[in-house]
């Protein structure tokens, strides 16, 4: 079964500075699809981006991006000029494109926390 | 405004209690999961259903009994709990199981906690 890792528990950052969240995934598939979701303390989940594997342009979504490097089955999270509202944990998600049990599988989560 | 809403926002019961966790969504979605969510731990996936039928239940112990009378609406039936069910219980919705570049959709989770 796929797995997925965060080795970062916890990360600090700066506001309007710039932090890199780490991810991991295990997988003997070609196609699938990375999320990157974030809960603030509200709990809900939100989508913050997703990567289709297939594509090698890295996705970009205002402040947000990914360095994806599928040989390395990686899945970054770039947060470019953070701000106070970006404190939350932060959790990166695989799901199959190519298995009939397509179900979403999350990493342990990193909690970020911005310094004002 | 979130598109997915659950009831209630915590709960406390009794190991002897019998409870329910509601969730509903208005997203017009016709897959709906529930998640437990615990401290440093990923999610863990509890329950699938898609198009009001159950597809997965993932070794879950028979004291959650969860129910799905329509697309919209999914239950989670709770009974002779343990402290160890102490946990953040999320529902979530997508178009359809099988849309795998369909992101979930959550909602705010019940924070459950078993005394």
């Known amino acids: 079964a796929q797995t997925v890792t965060q080795s970062q528990p916890e990360m600090s950052v700066q506001e309007a500075e710039t932090v890199t969240l780490s991810c991991t995934y295990d997988?003997?598939?070609?196609?699938?699809?990375l999320f990157w979701y974030k809960q603030p303390p509200s709990r809900q989940m939100i989508l913050v981006i997703r990567?289709?594997?297939?594509?090698?342009q890295n996705a970009t979504e205002n402040r947000f991006s990914v360095n994806f490097q599928k040989a390395a089955k990686s899945f970054s999270l770039k947060i470019s000029d953070s701000q106070l509202g970006d404190a939350a944990m932060y959790f990166c998600?695989?799901?199959?494109?190519?298995?009939?049990?397509?179900?979403?599988?999350f990493g342990a989560g990193t909690r970020l926390t911005v310094k004002p | 405004e979130t598109g997915v809403t659950q009831t209630p926002r915590h709960l406390v019961m009794g190991m002897t209690n019998k409870k329910s966790l509601k969730c509903e969504q208005h997203?017009?979605?016709?897959?709906m999961y529930w998640y437990k969510q615990s401290a440093k731990k990923p999610l863990e996936l509890m329950f699938v259903?898609?198009?009001?039928?159950?597809?997965e239940n993932n070794s879950v112990p028979s004291r959650f009994s969860p129910e799905c009378p329509n697309s919209s609406h999914l239950f989670l039936h709770l009974h002779t709990l343990q402290p160890e069910d102490s946990a953040l219980y999320l529902c979530?919705?997508?178009?359809?199981?099988?849309?795998?570049?369909?992101?979930?959709?959550f909602g705010n989770g019940t924070r459950l906690t078993v005394t």
């Open positions: 979530a919705s997508s178009e359809r199981q099988s849309s795998y570049n369909s992101p979930l959709h």
């Open positions: 259903y898609n198009f009001k039928e159950q597809t």
């Open positions: 997203l017009g979605h016709n897959a």
């Open positions: 997988t003997s598939e070609s196609d699938y699809y």
């Open positions: 990567q289709e594997a297939y594509k090698q």
């Open positions: 998600a695989y799901r199959s494109a190519e298995d009939n049990n397509n179900d979403m599988r």
